[in-house]
């Protein structure tokens, strides 16, 4: 039986103010515990929130990059639960009346397949802290639940999607745009291994044909790409499991463990929250102008989609390549400068994706950290333009310029890497090389065209062991096509 | 609407209150009968009327985005009843 899958996703998105949205902490990442939490974060009674204008303004900035309708007067409520890391007892969060309305982005998948995700709604809501549950004991012995409240307040957008995804990899391609959005504009640092971006998935999955959804179940909480792809993949064969055993799905939410490949289930329907929402007394309607959102309009930078389309019209890049270029708003700009300093797009972006994302990532940094600037790639980009080195010295000098022994042009003086291209050095060279190997040539001339263009790799071989590589590629082709073809002592 | 002895218990259980099952059906009786007031709010026909966020017809402010509150945590950590590595401690929230 064929099954189709359906996803929804909820994101959020922390935003990257200096300081929290109801209070003046600071939300710098990483800081001692507790020491960025304010009296208003610790819920101290009489303490009120003062709305940060900078979320407001981000949020707004968010809704405009998808083509969403802006609520121009939006409500603040309480979501009541209780647990430690909330210490109010509820959650300020927005229902009813969010700040950004439905829009929709448009994902693109590996095989060059386009196809739009509607966003259901987009809200603003504070971070609650974090939950340490290893290391803390009591006098007894007993397991005791550390609470750290620094990020507690921290500004969020949760982002809503329809169920419009029908597989993981369209799930992953909806996260990865929504990164590339957020981190474009510059709402978000989208540092997701520090939970700037966590993912909720909501999965089902139904007959094929079938025009009612399935049950679905809500796996909390994933921070990489990768590990989303899994849990999908888990809870999908999960599900279609159960279902061919003639079993039925339970409305809950579950965990998923990234470390085991692994989900358990956390809470089933019967045990939810009745969240009890109501406007907070504590805020005021927010009031969004039009001078406010054209004011806004105007700030917004070139979405990675208007991008895309730029770099494949402009510098005549393939849609493909084009996208994983614009895709990133660092990685991005990275190439742009390459490609200006280079003066040639192509082959900037063949470094760019190729060597520079390789290194990257086996170094595990990111490209503002690379250690050879856009300028320096571009200046060796004209060296292999201009014949100073071919492009198999070029990986040297890439490698030697990211090792940090200076730019391109003083390692090809400091290490002697020029092209060989004085035509009488080489000639010598190519002659010695025919010279040395006479029965390899004599092969060479009695040999048919095909069979010639086989053996033809060996001499440039030679020559190239010869020069240390540092030959002109063109010239001893061309050089060895000549010499080759003469009888010797003719 | 109106509760059931079904109803109270899932109530109480999702409130984490313990509920004495002797008590059960005179308390569901008390309940209905404030849930009945509810009803006859219920009959009220507001159609026409915009929800209400706030009672004071009044607009948000807004405030800067700069750090103003420093570290407290010296000032307040003494108030927990245990605290540890500057964190608060509570009891074991996960099996």
């Keep these: 039986m064929s099954w189709e899958t359906v996803i929804g996703l909820e994101v959020h998105v922390q935003l990257s103010t200096a300081s929290k949205i109801f209070s003046g902490a600071s939300t710098a990442f990483g800081a001692e515990p507790n020491s960025q939490a304010s009296l208003v ?44 890391d909330l210490p109010k007892g509820y959650q300020t969060t927005q229902l009813a009346e969010p700040i950004v309305g439905a829009g929709v982005i448009e994902i693109q998948l590996e095989d060059g397949t386009r196809k739009n995700v509607r966003i259901h709604h987009a809200h603003l809501e504070e971070d609650a802290g974090k939950s340490l549950h290893e290391d803390f004991f009591d006098e007894q012995g007993q397991g005791m639940t550390g609470i750290d409240l620094n990020r507690a307040g921290t500004p969020l957008i949760e982002i809503v999607t329809e169920p419009d995804m029908r597989s993981a990899e369209e799930a992953v391609a909806c996260a990865r745009k929504l990164h590339s959005i957020v981190t474009s504009i510059g709402i978000c640092d989208g540092h997701m291994a520090q939970g700037s971006m966590r993912f909720d998935v909501n999965v089902s999955v139904r007959k094929q044909g079938d025009p009612k959804l399935g049950t679905r179940t809500e796996t909390k909480n994933l921070n990489s790409f990768k590990f989303m792809e899994a849990a999908i993949k888990l809870e999908v064969d999960r599900q279609i499991d159960l279902l061919e055993d003639g079993g039925t799905i339970e409305q ?73 270029l614009a895709g990133d708003r660092a990685v991005a700009d990275y190439f742009e400068a390459a490609a200006q300093a280079a003066g040639d797009a192509k082959l900037a972006a063949n470094w760019v994706i190729g060597d520079v994302a390789g290194q990257l990532n086996a170094a595990g940094i990111t490209i503002e950290q690379c250690p050879l600037s856009a300028a320096d790639l571009g200046q060796m980009i004209q060296r ?105 002592g003719a | 609407m109106a509760l059931d002895p079904q109803d109270l218990a899932r109530v109480a259980h999702l409130a984490r209150l313990h509920l004495d099952p002797a008590d059960s059906d005179a308390l569901a009786e008390r309940l209905n009968r404030i849930l009945g ?6 009959d009220a026909d507001v159609g026409e009327i915009e929800p209400m966020a706030h009672p004071m017809d009044m607009v948000q402010t807004l405030r800067d985005d700069t750090v103003t509150d420093t570290d407290i945590r010296t000032t307040v950590q003494p108030l927990a009843p245990a605290t540890e590595a500057g964190c608060y401690l509570v009891p074991r929230v996960i099996e």
């Design chain 1, 252 to 324: 809950e939410t579950r965990l998923y463990n990234g470390d085991t490949n692994t989900a358990r289930s956390m809470r089933t329907k019967e045990d939810a929250n009745d969240y009890r929402y109501f406007p907070c007394p504590d805020l005021l309607p927010v009031i969004i102008t039009d001078e406010d959102i054209e004011a806004l309009r105007a700030e917004l930078p070139e979405l990675p989609d208007a991008r895309q389309a730029r770099f494949s019209a402009e510098y005549g890049l393939s849609d493909y390549d084009a996208g994983i």
């Design chain 1, 41 to 84: 974060d610790l819920a101290m009674p009489g303490t009120l929130p003062v709305l940060n204008r900078e979320a407001v303004r981000k949020a707004v900035k968010f809704g405009l990059a998808i083509n969403a309708e802006i609520g121009k007067r939006s409500v603040f409520e309480r979501k009541n639960y209780f647990y430690p």
């Design chain 2, 37 to 42: 007031m509810i009803d006859h709010l219920q």
């Design chain 1, 384 to 488: 292999i333009q201009d014949g100073t080195i071919s492009s198999k010295i070029a990986k040297q000098v890439f490698e030697a310029c990211w090792n940090g022994e200076g730019t391109p042009d003083e390692v090809i003086e400091a290490r002697g890497l020029k092209q060989m291209s004085d035509t009488g050095e080489l000639e010598k060279i190519v002659d010695q090389v025919i010279a040395d190997n006479a029965t390899q040539a004599e092969a060479f001339r009695a040999a048919d065209e095909g069979k010639q263009k086989k053996m033809f790799g060996f001499f440039v071989g030679q020559v190239m062991k010869l020069t240390q590589g540092k030959a002109n590629p063109q010239q001893v082709n061309a050089l060895l096509q000549e010499k080759l073809k003469e009888t010797p």
